[in-house]
């Protein structure tokens, strides 16, 4: 079991274009030494490189290169007879032009996969909103362990960027109503692409002054609930009272929005209106995921929350 449970491993690093130190290579070296077969090899091509995902919305050109470099380097580290089909494979990359864009593939332990277009770029467009951050998927992780906290709930998340922690829930945690939003045109118009590839198909719609899309799953999209899903162009020193009550959300989630002092205090305003405008004073649960690069921001954003604890019911 061995072999298929490590081209499994692979697998999920590789699809999610996770970085290659990360790989179980040692572990992939040490059973191509004990067993001479070069099977284990082909099978991780299979479940990468040319897995029928990768095939059809494929990594980046520089990600799927390097990978299968390592992967040679293994293959040649036991002397065994070349493979053509990783020569093949990499012969054909090295014919593609980079591009600015690329796929990756999360898959989730539902068995659902998150297909997302991400630039290859940290920053690009003037914004780093273009890429899956780390504590979105922590936080994601942590929806599909709590599942009731989202099902038949009306849900907003705040900064949802590219658009994976909502997809994912979306696709597991059977939410009412699930409200994507984000103020960068250009994350604005990847996040509405990221939807309607992972089936989901979105329709204009007016509300109450807010700009708003909202759209139901497509048939074929599998065998859970369809929830509303809204994509909301939301700027959070900004929000008016009609678009308070246009939302109107049981839950808040935001995941790596606490980053810049500046925004601090926008960020915990409007999580005090939100508390304070529902019609029946019940103040929506906050979950907020970060991942702490400057601990004197993070500390700023914590001491403005205590200030405004009575009001607020939120899990950091």
């Known amino acids: 079991m061995a072999g298929p449970e490590l ?3 692979f ?4 699809l999610a274009a996770r970085q290659l130190r990360s790989f179980p290579w040692l572990e992939l070296e040490h059973s191509l030494r004990a067993s001479l077969d070069s099977s284990l090899l082909l099978d991780v091509l299979h479940r990468t490189i040319l897995h029928p995902l990768c095939v059809k919305y494929p990594l980046s050109a520089r990600y799927r290169r390097c990978f299968l470099t390592e992967l040679i380097k293994k293959h040649e580290s036991i002397a065994a007879e070349p493979l053509d089909e990783l020569y093949d ?11 600015t864009h690329c796929y ?5 332990p539902t068995g659902e996969c998150v297909t997302l277009s991400e630039s290859v770029a940290v920053i690009s467009e ?3 909103g273009l890429v899956t951050w780390e504590a979105g998927l922590h936080l994601a992780e942590w929806a599909l362990q709590n599942p009731s906290g989202f099902r038949n709930r009306t849900v ?5 960027g ?3 922690t909502g997809i994912a829930i979306c696709k597991t945690c059977n939410p009412k109503t699930y409200i994507f939003s984000d103020y960068h045109h250009r994350v604005l118009q990847q996040l509405k692409q990221n939807i309607c590839l992972n089936g989901f198909v979105l329709e204009p719609e007016a509300a109450q002054g807010i700009q708003l899309e909202s759209g139901g799953q497509k048939a074929e999209g599998a065998n859970h609930q369809n929830p509303k899903v809204i994509v909301a162009e939301l700027e959070w020193g900004s929000v008016t009272e009609k678009q308070l009550l246009a939302l109107q959300p049981d839950v808040i989630i935001a995941a790596d929005v606490v980053y810049d002092p500046e925004i601090i205090g926008a960020l915990v305003g409007l999580l005090q209106q939100f508390s304070t405008s529902r019609a029946d004073r019940k103040p929506p649960e906050v979950y907020i995921a970060s991942t702490v690069r400057n601990p004197d921001t993070y500390h700023l954003f914590q001491a403005q929350l205590e200030d405004n604890r009575n009001e607020l019911d939120f899990f950091v």
């Open 11 to 14: 697998q999920r690093c590789f």
């Open 104 to 108: 990756k593939h999360y898959l989730l």
């Open 156 to 160: 907003l998340e705040l900064g949802s």
């Open 7 to 9: 081209g499994l491993r």
């Open 162 to 164: 590219i658009g994976f």
């Open 126 to 128: 003037g914004t780093t």
């Open 89 to 99: 494979a990499l012969g054909a990359i090295l014919n593609e032009e980079e591009s």
